[in-house]
């Protein structure tokens, strides 16, 4: 850029006439080439929008939130298209998901912002407008997306009503004591029933009739209502622009030619281009590039001030040097951090490993850089004799696994190899050489290669959660014993109305992990929906369940597993194991085994030639003779013979399966 502007300028005084001459401007080919000069990826063209004009008094920051498909991301458009963010086209669906998986899912991952300018009564008013992920697995995008607000908007569906993760987003943001404005949507649909839904909301969430708003987001019904309530009823933060620079970054994602860009919000100060900032978490210092603000795509302004929400790149090269939660605070001008955000619990865990070895460094890579963008994503190191070198991820839930790895395949063209998903355990030591080993007496087992001995161990626990399910009244009696099949305790059941009841179960998090949600889906019709929070753990009968081929042990088979559940796992894995190996020359044995106690046993059988085809009729000894001869030779075999198990068995056997 600057090679370019030299450029000109040199032209520029090259082709300048004598006085009273008409200036000549620079040949064709040079404005060409200037032209080709300008990035795609640069902001340096926009026009800059002065942020002086919006005092702390007319600013309001506030997040949509809703179960999931309930018309977040729908809604979020209209209020683009009525502030004149966006042009007005009949294009404009789920504009804010950027990520490919959304557009293909149809669901918000990442939490979006947007800045809104809005003349309310003669005032100008910037809104600063959060989308955030309505399934569960991305609970800690809302969390995070409300440290930086003051208010929400709650949509419910019309036709469907208040759902489980519709619970769960009201009580953080309740908890977080933000104002909450209550949104009927798809008022439209044909089954709409907004009165019914309304009283819900008021048995519910103890907030009256009157001040629900009834919407069509898709059809742009009584959307000025929502933007008039969101002035008059969220307030404006309460920051001063004359404190020292207090920032949270609240969200960061990589950029190939600018590095990290951090998403901002402002406790307090101002910020500038050439501004010297330090970083309260790593204690670097930085020079501020570029700030401003998101209209969704970036706009850059010459200052940021207190109470406003934008963007921030600042050379910041290692994807490690941008923690989420971290307060940003002006060089000799300390502050006390910002409490930034509780960390998030990973609730599952599984293996990654490249396909192949030699992508190992670029699959690192990739890993880090999407971590950067998914700081709910927790890596350790970990190898596999079988798949060579790995790590062991851990995720919050099955569907923010699937959507990690589909984004490490479109965003960084990885293909990797994902292990079936297991759930952290705990084991208290008994053991005084362990707990000196370990240097305590309660440990986490995250592989099951790490399960300590039964004689070593006082007693064992797991994880809990405790769901939350609402279900039309008619599935009841399905959805109880669903829910007894998989060791639950059922704590709590409550009646919304006369149609729909809320059921709360304490389960443990291995039952509920792989297929449970698909189970109740299909019992209910699609109807019951399904949200679960921590609730801790507790003891449990847990056994390790080794997997044998021919009597050795295979390491990658191994299985943590709840001691009434051992008998039909072992099985099911013995089988699938029976058609992926490839057969051989001798027998092989698979065995599932607890100890020494074999539970399980499928045998593959061996190829043998028929050594009896040259026997035409005569005495039934010779025939036994050589069978016999061929069974020892089998059994010979069988002694000296590695059942190598090849990689994409492994995988087979690993993978979740769709049928299980």
């Known amino acids: 850029m600057a090679l370019g502007s030299r450029a000109a300028s040199w032209w520029a005084r090259l082709l300048s006439p004598g006085p009273g001459v008409a200036p000549r401007g620079p040949p064709a080919w040079l404005a060409v080439g200037l032209a080709a000069c300008r990035r795609p990826y640069s902001s340096g063209g926009k026009e800059k929008i002065d942020m002086s004009t919006y005092p702390v008094e007319s600013i309001r920051n506030f997040s949509i939130i809703a179960h999931v498909d309930h018309g977040k991301s729908t809604l979020a458009d209209r209020l683009l298209e009525i502030t004149g963010t966006i042009a007005k086209t009949d294009r404009n669906k789920q504009v804010l998901d950027k990520l490919q998986v959304e557009r293909e899912r149809g669901i918000t991952v990442k939490a979006q912002s947007a800045s809104l300018f809005y003349n309310h009564k003669g005032v100008n008013y910037l809104l600063n407008l959060i989308d955030t992920p309505g399934h569960v697995d991305f609970n800690y995008e809302v ?59 008021e048995k ?4 009256p009739v009157n001040e629900c708003i009834r919407i069509s987001a898709k059809q742009g019904t009584n959307i000025e209502k929502v933007l008039e309530k969101v002035i008059e009823k969220i ?12 920032a949270l970054v609240f969200d960061s994602t990589f950029d190939h030619y600018r590095g990290v860009i951090a998403n901002i919000a402002l406790f307090g100060g101002e910020i500038e281009k050439g501004h010297k900032i330090v970083s309260a978490h790593t204690k670097k210092r930085y020079e501020v590039n570029e700030v401003g603000i998101l209209t969704p795509n970036e706009q850059p302004t010459d200052k940021l001030y207190a109470g406003q929400v934008g963007y921030l790149i600042s050379g910041m090269k290692e994807v490690t040097e941008a923690q989420i939660g971290d307060t940003l605070f002006m060089h000799k001008q300390p502050v006390e951090p910002l409490p930034g955000f509780k960390s998030a619990k990973p609730m599952v865990f599984a293996g990654m490993y490249p396909v192949d070895q030699t992508e190992y460094n670029n699959l690192k890579s990739a890993l880090e850089r999407l971590t950067l963008n998914d700081s709910s994503v927790t890596v350790h190191r970990d190898s596999s004799l079988a798949l060579g070198a790995g790590w062991r991820l851990g995720f919050l839930g099955l569907l923010h696994m699937e959507v990690f790895n589909q984004r490490l395949e479109q965003e960084y063209n990885m293909s990797v190899i994902l292990t079936a998903p297991t759930v952290p355990y705990k084991a208290i030591l008994s053991s005084a050489k362990l707990i000196k080993e370990y240097g305590k007496a309660e440990i986490t087992i995250i592989n099951p290669a790490q399960f300590p001995d039964k004689l070593s161990v006082s007693e064992y626990l797991e994880p809990t959660v405790l769901g939350t399910i609402v279900t039309p009244q008619e599935y009841i009696g399905k959805i109880i014993v669903l829910c007894q099949d998989r060791r639950a305790v059922q704590k709590d059941m409550l009646y919304i ?17 792989v297929d449970f949600y698909d189970a109740l889906k299909s019992l209910s019709s699609g109807y019951a929906s399904f949200d679960y929070e921590d609730a801790g753990y507790q003891a449990a009968d847990l056994i390790k369940m080794d997997i044998l081929l021919n009597g050795n042990p295979v390491e990658e088979l191994a299985t943590i597993i709840h001691r009434d559940k051992a008998y039909a796992t072992g099985k ?16 092989i044995a698979i065995q599932a085994a607890i100890g020494k106690k074999i539970i399980a046993r499928e045998t593959l059988k061996a190829y043998r030639k028929n050594v009896v085809a040259k026997c035409y009729g005569g005495d039934i000894t010779r025939r036994m003779k050589l069978l016999k001869r061929q069974a020892e030779g089998k059994k010979l ?24």
């Open 497 to 513: 109305d006369e149609h729909r009841v809320m059921l709360k179960y304490l389960f443990p998090l291995n039952e509920i992990v």
């Open 572 to 587: 099911f894995l013995c089988e699938r194991l029976k058609d992926a190996i490839p057969r051989q020359l001798f027998e």
């Open 235 to 246: 307030p404006p933060p309460s920051f001063n622009t004359t404190d020292p620079l207090k």
């Open 143 to 201: 969390s995070r997306s409300l440290s930086a607000c003051q208010g929400v908007i709650l949509v419910v569906d019309a036709n469907e009503g208040i759902q489980a993760q519709t619970v769960a987003n009201f009580y953080l943001a309740f908890e977080a004591q933000l104002a909450i404005i209550p949104v009927i949507n798809k008022i439209d649909l044909k089954n709409a029933d907004p009165e019914r839904v309304e009283k819900q909301i």
């Open 204 to 207: 519910l969430f103890d907030i």
């Open 637 to 660: 075999m069988r002694k000296i013979g590695n059942v190598e198990v090849p990689r994409d068995a492994f995988i087979r056997v690993l993978k979740r399966q769709p049928d299980k």
